[in-house]
């Protein structure tokens, strides 16, 4: 197994670097970065930084950034061990690479890091899972998640619920793609996701103006999560520096609690009288309907209520609830639709896979695609019996898991792991993707390959806990595993059968980007089924009249739409801005997030990329346009030379021998059609340039 993992001592601490590396600057920054990233013990984040090309590419490398302060470097023996033997039994707790050896060595490993006054805000001072110290407080919230609502029975009783959240998922996606060109499926997801867990956890299905309502609160204390890392470091003064960043924490957890306090005292009613009627009811044959269908179901929040702090020998209050119903809620949401959006992109990419996977769900069915009403749902009964989709699932998680790193542990004493000093209270953090793209364990580790799960009849399944050998690890491993990765292989299985069966997936235009970046969890830069477009901005002065041209292209260099429009009178770089206006505008009606702008005005590119004076003259329509661009999921405006642009100089010059003011065109005008056919063929021209270029 590739052990590959690095470690952040606290910051009060100081030294050197253990292990110099070429990039020490880079991956000092990354590794602040990560640090900042580790403070933020939001629970459900499983992840904390993106993967880094400077970050530590080979495996076993340990970096540390510093030593712990006056004590020298104990020189205890190194364990002897092979990456490639660890087991779970050498995970513990928080910590992570507790080597073979006797218990009590292997518990040296196991303080979590500390929590930062931001968590402590967010987790009520520690009191849900992920950020509780390993103890009997911990203990207890994981042992009634995991028995009460995880548990196979419990799963299982949710089945309605799932199939409800399937009806409405198809439906949402059927009515926007019969009224949009393309559409954004992780939205649809993320709420998909939503629904599942509130009702999980409230046990109802609320509308979805109240599903919103949660999601929507949820949601931005994820988004803005990291930005309130600043105020853990020296608390008392960034507190006064950054006070409104201070007072919008505030008031997201303000927000939680309004949203999510009424719904847990009407839970709590309902407990309170079906408790009261338990004894009348006794013996009375209970009325099942879909109306009364969930009336009898068990939900996260009602097992909570009655629970005891063992240390504090209390119940928990409902601040403390509120805490615990957002791990729930976010742990659950945005890895598991994160996840499906990374295998259903792959499934996009590699249609020989889609149809595999179809083919497969097809055995089963027998019949046509998703088009008989009592044939559409492929039921959570059939998924044992498609051993393809599982492959697909787990190659997903393999190359694309949702988090890059396990959320962080901690060493309780100093340890020395390979030769290198890990100080007590180190945050050691595991670099997951890393290590399921060991090209050591795996034979072509970037190649999207289910295959590679494939077992023959009789050999044992993928285990993916871990427990007799890591290979990868998307939800951890030993005692801090993720204690709900049994239903989020349900739901990724049950969600990726359904959408393969009702739906044939295609780019919306023939591209997947598989290009990462970093939100709350390692997500796709450019997401599926979003069009990409190029546009062109350009400008002809002709005595004093002024006109713009634009045209958008896809990624492929295919036409999608052309414009012209005469401007009256004004400078050239007015005309080139109002270009880059309209792209921007027509781009957005268009229903495009992510738009490359390219002009060959150096002047407009610069001015449109940076913070306008607010006496230039052309001040109002550049705050027009980032306006705009704050819109958009993704606006870049970049310079292009002359020769790059002719297609957009020659719908702007085209603007003079107009009668109308602006001129659409849905195809390729036949002025510019040569023009046009040359930039699909990618035909080159010669640039003069000054020897100086080549100096
Ligand atoms: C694809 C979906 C999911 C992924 C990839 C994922 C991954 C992870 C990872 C990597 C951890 C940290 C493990 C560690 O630090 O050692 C974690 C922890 C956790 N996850 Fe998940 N998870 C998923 C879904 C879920 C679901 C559906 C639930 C519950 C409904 C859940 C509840 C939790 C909790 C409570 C913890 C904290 C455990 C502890 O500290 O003891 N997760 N998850």
């Given at each position: 197994m590739a052990f590959t993992f690095f470690i952040l001592n606290s910051l009060n601490s100081h030294g050197a670097l253990v292990h110099p590396h070429p990039h020490t600057l880079s991956l000092f920054l990354h590794q602040i970065h990560l640090l900042l990233s580790s403070l933020s013990l939001l629970s459900s984040s499983p992840s904390r930084s993106s993967h880094h090309p400077?970050?530590?590419?080979?495996?076993?490398?340990?970096?540390?950034?510093?030593?712990?302060?006056?004590?020298?470097?104990?020189?205890?023996r190194p364990y002897n061990h092979s990456p490639h033997s660890l087991s779970s039994r050498h995970f513990h707790r928080r910590s992570i690479s507790g080597p073979p050896g006797p218990?009590?060595?292997?518990?040296?490993?196991?303080?979590?890091?500390?929590?930062?006054?931001?968590?402590?805000?967010?987790?009520?001072?520690?009191?849900?899972?992920n950020s509780a110290f390993y103890g009997p407080t911990w203990r207890l919230l994981r042992r009634n998640l995991t028995s009460q609502i995880l548990h196979p029975a419990r799963v299982r009783s949710f089945s309605g619920t799932r199939k409800w959240v399937l009806d409405t998922l198809i439906r949402s996606l059927k009515s926007e793609s019969e009224t949009k060109e393309s559409v954004k499926i992780i939205e649809h997801l993320q709420y998909a996701m939503f629904c599942l867990l509130v009702f999980m956890c409230f046990g109802e299905r609320l509308d979805e103006r109240q599903i919103r309502g949660v999601e929507n609160v949820q949601r931005r204390l994820l988004v803005n999560f990291n930005k309130f890392n600043v105020l853990n470091l020296v608390p008392r003064v960034s507190r006064i520096l950054y006070r409104?960043?201070?007072?919008?924490?505030?008031?997201?957890?303000?927000?939680?609690?309004?949203?999510?306090?009424?719904?847990?005292?009407?839970?709590?009613?309902?407990?309170?009288?079906r408790d009261r009627n338990a004894d009348h009811d006794e013996g009375e044959d209970k009325v099942q309907n879909a109306d009364h269908e969930d009336e009898g179901v068990v939900s996260y929040v009602d097992t909570l209520f009655d629970l005891e702090l063992p240390e504090e020998k209390r119940k928990l209050d409902e601040g403390e609830l509120v805490s615990v119903t957002?791990?729930?809620?976010?742990?659950?949401t945005d890895s598991t639709a994160t996840a499906l959006e990374w295998i259903m992109a792959n499934l996009v990419k590699y249609p020989h896979i889609q149809e595999r996977v179809f083919e497969e769900i097809k055995e089963v069915m027998g019949n046509k695609r998703g088009q008989d009403n009592n044939n559409k749902e492929v039921k959570e009964e059939d998924l044992n019996k498609l051993p393809y989709l599982k492959a697909v699932i787990l190659e997903g998680l393999r190359r694309h898991p949702p988090g890059h790193f396990l959320l962080p542990h901690a060493v309780s004493e100093d340890v020395v792991l390979n030769g290198y000093l890990v100080p007590k209270n180190g945050t050691i953090n595991v670099m997951v993707a890393e290590m399921g793209w060991?090209?050591?364990?795996?034979?072509?580790?970037?190649?999207?390959?289910?295959?590679?799960?494939?077992?023959?009849?009789?050999?044992?399944?993928?285990?993916?806990?871990?427990?007799?050998?890591?290979?990868?690890?998307?939800?951890?491993?030993?005692?801090?595993?993720?204690?709900?990765?049994?239903?989020?292989?349900?739901?990724?299985?049950?969600?990726?059968?359904?959408?393969?069966?009702?739906?044939?997936?295609?780019?919306?235009?023939?591209?997947?980007?598989?290009?990462?970046?970093?939100?709350?969890?390692?997500?796709?830069?450019?997401?599926?089924?979003?069009?990409?477009?190029?546009?062109?901005?350009?400008?002809?002065?002709?005595?004093?009249?002024?006109?713009?041209?634009?045209?958008?292209?896809?990624?492929?260099?295919?036409?999608?739409?052309?414009?012209?429009?005469?401007?009256?009178?004004?400078?050239?770089l007015l005309a080139e801005i109002w270009g880059i206006l309209l792209d921007i505008t027509k781009g957005l009606d268009r229903g495009?997030?992510?738009?490359?702008?390219?002009?060959?005005?150096?002047?407009?590119?610069?001015?449109?990329?940076?913070?306008?004076?607010?006496?230039?003259?052309?001040?109002?329509?550049?705050?027009?346009?980032?306006?705009?661009?704050?819109?958009?999921?993704?606006?870049?405006?970049?310079?292009?030379?002359?020769?790059?642009?002719?297609?957009?100089?020659?719908?702007?010059?085209?603007?003079?021998?107009?009668?109308?003011?602006?001129?659409?065109?849905?195809?390729?005008?036949?002025?510019?059609?040569?023009?046009?056919?040359?930039?699909?063929?990618?035909?080159?021209?010669?640039?003069?340039?000054?020897?100086?270029?080549?100096c």
């Open positions: 400077l970050s530590l590419s080979h495996p076993q490398t340990i970096l540390r950034i510093r030593t712990p302060p006056s004590k020298p470097p104990r020189q205890t218990r009590s060595k292997r518990r040296r490993f196991l303080q979590p890091p500390r929590i930062p006054p931001t968590s402590k805000i967010i987790n009520s001072n520690q009191h849900n899972i409104k960043r201070w007072e919008e924490l505030l008031q997201i957890r303000k927000e939680m609690e309004e949203v999510l306090i009424p719904l847990i005292r009407a839970r709590k009613k309902v407990k309170e009288d957002t791990e729930f809620l976010n742990a659950g060991d090209p050591k364990v795996w034979e072509n580790p970037m190649e999207f390959k289910p295959e590679r799960f494939l077992r023959s009849e009789g050999e044992e399944v993928f285990d993916i806990t871990g427990s007799k050998e890591i290979k990868m690890m998307p939800f951890g491993v030993g005692r801090r595993i993720c204690p709900g990765y049994n239903l989020a292989m349900l739901h990724l299985e049950y969600f990726v059968a359904n959408l393969v069966w009702n739906f044939e997936w295609k780019a919306a235009n023939g591209i997947v980007d598989l290009s990462e970046k970093l939100e709350f969890t390692v997500v796709m830069a450019n997401p599926l089924q979003w069009v990409k477009i190029n546009v062109d901005g350009a400008a002809k002065t002709n005595d004093s009249l002024i006109s713009c041209g634009g045209v958008i292209r896809d990624n492929n260099g295919s036409w999608i739409l052309g414009f012209t429009r005469s401007l009256g009178s004004g400078s050239a495009f997030g992510n738009i490359i702008i390219e002009s060959d005005s150096l002047a407009a590119v610069h001015l449109v990329n940076k913070e306008c004076n607010p006496d230039h003259p052309l001040r109002d329509i550049i705050t027009k346009i980032h306006r705009l661009m704050s819109q958009a999921q993704n606006v870049k405006v970049v310079h292009v030379y002359r020769e790059a642009n002719r297609l957009a100089n020659a719908l702007a010059s085209y603007a003079s021998s107009m009668s109308d003011r602006e001129s659409i065109f849905e195809n390729v005008p036949n002025f510019c059609n040569h023009i046009f056919s040359e930039d699909f063929r990618k035909v080159c021209f010669p640039r003069r340039v000054s020897s100086q270029a080549f």
